[in-house]
């Protein structure tokens, strides 16, 4: 019998104005993708939402050719100012169009309302807003008088922020004047494809957007493809690695996003209350599908047993369960898949001689679903202490002296982001000078905005999005 069920209520799927199928988006059309069909499913549910055509090798082929007609006939010529209410006007359609998008997100993908209606769906609208306004601008952005478009950016995006990422991708290339090919990640395609319907509704020229749903093999074509002039890749380092052996020696540019493994670092003078809510959001937002997440919290010894009391207390008020209750703080895991991946990792821990602690919520019967788990008496050697889980579960390791805590944060082969707290001003410096990733956050936790730039150390990948720093990535910088 099970424990408890639930249905979305039938209005999520009108507010979300689900169809019953979804077709790649090439050339300012929507087409019968040649493709083997996918279905999309709810990860809450693991009801089938949406049958997804999906594009072949043929149709990235025909996707290149119109993302590179528009970008020699229209969008490279076109001057800033034009270019930039284009973008203005995606961005305020995202807007108008936010709460579709945001029960769209969580049907498909599985994370909270709260979470796609507050952070996803305005953040992916800031980013083109933000981008917007750099279109004109791009030759006094100190970076030489004649910044020059690259041409056609090939992009391949992971399932954990569909649309954020998708935004963090195609903001910046179109603000700059290159034209786009995308393909979204297999379990996550539709809120890429209503992007499509708002390039239509934005009247962007045919060909500067192009969707291609599929597999990896499709993300591949993509990558390869020889008309492709810059590749923007996010998704797990093994595949990154591959794509970055794929394109040497070609004269594609390239930048990667990948995993991460950080870590949040808690002083015994810091307020601890605040420390707490940083820790849940840093480890619970989104799963943990996040590759910032602070995945191991290293505590000074002094207070590790206070704070992991509080810790605990906390994280049983969490409530896990409906990603449509706007109550739910833990959603669902994106797929079976995943969810296999955390269940081996956790069980290692054990294996290991971790020690387990999980909140006592009761998961539904159906869909996919883990209860936050945190791991304490944590060795550094062990895979929870170095390998990404993707998922709500944290690693819990202790330390000494401040170059203790460097030491063991930088010790990953990744270098993404870190978190520092403390009430002294001159350690969190000390610290941020000291910490192998690419951003680091003083009494807070998951902060992103457009205007920053964010982006890895080692194997978390290179390059930056967002911010003046991002533009680089799609241009010719000429002196
Ligand atoms: P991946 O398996 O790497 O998938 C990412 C994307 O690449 C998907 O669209 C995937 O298609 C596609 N893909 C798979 N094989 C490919 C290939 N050989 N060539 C080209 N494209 C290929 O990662 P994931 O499991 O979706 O995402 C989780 C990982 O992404 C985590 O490690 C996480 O840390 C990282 N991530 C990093 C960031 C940043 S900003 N650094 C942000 C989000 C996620 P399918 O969907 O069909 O598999």
């Not at 007609?69 to 209410?85: I, L, N, Q, S």
């Not at 597999?215 to 390869?224: H, L, R, S, T």
């Not at 610290?431 to 992103?448: K, P």
């Amino acid at each position: 019998m099970s424990q408890w069920e639930y249905a979305p209520a039938p209005e999520s799927r009108d507010i979300a104005n689900l169809k019953p199928t979804y077709r790649p988006f090439i050339g300012g059309e929507f087409v019968d993708g040649s493709g083997e069909p996918l279905q999309t499913i709810n990860p809450a549910t693991e009801e089938v939402l949406a049958e997804v055509g999906t594009a072949s090798v043929s149709d990235v082929d025909n996707a290149v050719k119109a993302a590179r007609k528009a970008y020699d006939r229209v969008w490279g010529p076109m001057p800033g100012t034009e270019r930039a209410k284009y973008i203005f006007r995606i961005a305020r359609l995202i807007q108008e169009r936010a709460r579709e998008l945001a029960v769209l997100e969580t049907l498909d993908n599985g994370k909270p309302i709260k979470e796609s209606r507050d952070t996803d769906i305005p953040t992916a609208a800031a980013h083109f807003f933000y981008h917007a306004g750099w279109a004109d601008k791009l030759e006094y952005a100190g970076l030489g008088p004649q910044p020059r478009p690259l041409g056609v950016a090939g992009q391949v995006i992971p399932w954990n922020f569909p649309l954020l990422m998708l935004a963090w991708k195609v903001a910046p290339a179109l603000a700059t004047g290159n034209t786009v090919v995308l393909k979204p990640a297999e379990t996550t395609p539709l809120t890429a494809l209503v992007f499509a319907e708002i390039c239509q509704q934005a009247d962007l020229p045919p060909g500067v957007v192009n969707i291609v749903p599929g597999a990896g093999d499709i993300g591949a074509a993509v990558v390869e493809h020889p008309d492709v002039d810059k590749v923007a890749f996010t998704g797990s380092t093994a595949v990154g690695k591959h794509i970055q052996r794929t394109l040497a020696g070609t004269r594609k540019r390239l930048t990667l996003e990948l995993g991460g493994k950080a870590a949040n670092i808690v002083f015994d003078d810091a307020p601890l209350d605040q420390a707490v809510e940083g820790i849940v959001n840093g480890i619970f937002f989104n799963q943990g599908h996040v590759c910032c997440a602070g995945s191991r919290l290293l505590v000074q010894e002094s207070i590790a047993e206070e704070l992991l009391d509080k810790l605990r207390a906390r994280i049983s008020t969490l409530r896990l369960g409906d990603p449509l209750d706007k109550n739910t703080d833990i959603g669902a895991i994106n797929s079976a898949e995943q969810l296999a991946k955390i269940e081996d990792l956790v069980a290692s821990g054990e294996r290991d001689g971790a020690q387990r602690w999980s909140s006592p919520c009761t998961l539904p019967d159906k869909g996919f679903f883990f209860a936050p788990t945190v791991f304490s008496n944590v060795e550094q050697s062990m895979r929870i202490a170095r390998e990404e889980i993707f998922g709500p579960v944290l690693s819990v390791l202790t330390f000494r002296t401040p170059d203790e805590a460097v030491a063991k944060a930088n010790n990953t082969p990744y270098g993404l982001s870190a978190g520092v707290w403390t009430e002294k001003g001159s350690r969190i410096l000390w610290m941020a000078n000291r910490l192998r990733a690419g951003v680091v956050w003083a009494n807070t936790f998951n902060r992103f905005d457009p205007t920053a730039p964010f982006g890895g150390y080692k194997e978390s990948g290179f390059g930056r999005e967002g911010g003046r720093t991002g533009l680089e990535a799609y241009l010719h910088v000429q002196g």
